[in-house]
């Protein structure tokens, strides 16, 4: 038979599942830390003010790539232009 100290043996047993919450919890904390660090540096870069394209360059872009034909990209060059809001 094992003897135990009665003394400080009910604290270590208090102890270490608050331990292992605590590591727990640190764990799911830093991955979820990174995790959203690196997807907001994704998202930065992808949906930028910079990064988004007007309609004309979309059109440029398809014509480009032989999507469209020319008379086809002329038709929508002209539609888009109708359609601009004038400046004031």
Do not use: C, N
């Not at 604290?11 to 959203?36: N, S």
């Not at 930028?48 to 398809?62: A, F, I, K, N, Y």
Request: proline share 7%; no cysteine.
């Amino acid at each position: 038979m094992m003897y135990w100290d009665g003394g400080s043996g009910w604290a270590w047993m208090a102890f270490m599942p608050l331990l292992w919450i605590a590591l727990i919890g640190l764990v799911v904390w830093a991955v979820a830390r990174l995790t959203q660090h690196s997807t907001s540096r994704r998202d930065d870069t992808d949906l930028g003010p910079t990064s988004r394209e007007t309609p004309e360059e979309v059109l440029d872009h398809r014509f480009a790539a032989g999507e469209i034909d020319p008379e086809t990209y002329a038709e929508m060059r002209k539609q888009l232009a109708a359609h601009r809001p004038r400046p004031r």
